[in-house]
């Protein structure tokens, strides 16, 4: 009977290892990647398997970092760092919320956004620490001489604003929302001084020929597509300063990081299986 018991014991282990095992495309550090995960990240990004396969390990191999290093981020970070933004774009929290759903599917997706930015601020504090060159003020200068179109801001924005009663209809693609007999549409020319902070935050935020997220209207819904922008004025370098110093350290940080992990990436004990 215990050699009946021990035999059993056996075989299920090895059929739900089996099962395991058949469930896993990859294993960097013993650590399984799933073919789900596989699966998900081709039709998310519309990657080849091979492209795919490279992003999961470097995703395993940035999670594990954090892990080393002992990084966490907690609610009241999130919330701070939240509260920072709004307030640089002159806005009070419920605007700010606002603003943030005409660009997210929901307030949490943000959040959750911005928590992995503090996340690789706090990993890149500690590993680029004293080996990133600060940014100069002839560098921030020459930045902003030679992409002055980044520091612009229109007088005004033409749109074409699609409306309808029902919200699916404003769910197709810009070509069959622009021919559907359901969809009323109109031109209109905003004046981006007078209005409202979240319309303002959207807009720039939108490329030309870009659709807007689904918005509420009065009587249905809407949606925008920014076709030109009008009396474009460039910032003062003054008021710009400090955002381009920010996006030359973080182009810096993003060049160091790339090698950091490449060289993480070649150590690592990486196993495909399918």
Known sequence: M???????????STILNAGLINGVAVIVNEKPITLNELQAKMDKLKVSKEIAIGLLVEEKLYEEEL???????S?????????????SNNMDMPTFKKAVLSQYESYEAYSEEIKKKILHSKL????????LTIA????????????SHKFSMPRSVEVVEYSAMDQKTLMQNKSSISNDKRVSKKDITFDMASIAPELRYMLISMKEGE???????NNGFVRLEVRKRNNIEVLPFESVKEAIFQEIMMKRE???LKEYFDKLKISAEILVLR
């Open 254 to 256: 993003q060049s160091y």
């Open 2 to 12: 215990k050699l009946l018991a021990i035999l059993f014991i056996f075989i299920t």
């Open 136 to 147: 100069t003020e002839n560098d921030v200068k020459l930045y902003y001489e030679t992409n």
């Open 211 to 217: 659709l807007s997220p689904i918005l509420n209207a």
């Open 67 to 73: 892990k080393k290093l002992g990084i966490g981020v």
């Open 124 to 131: 890149v504090a500690q590993i680029a620490k004293g080996n």
């Open 75 to 87: 609610i009241l970070e999130v919330e701070d760092q939240i509260k920072q933004v709004a307030s």
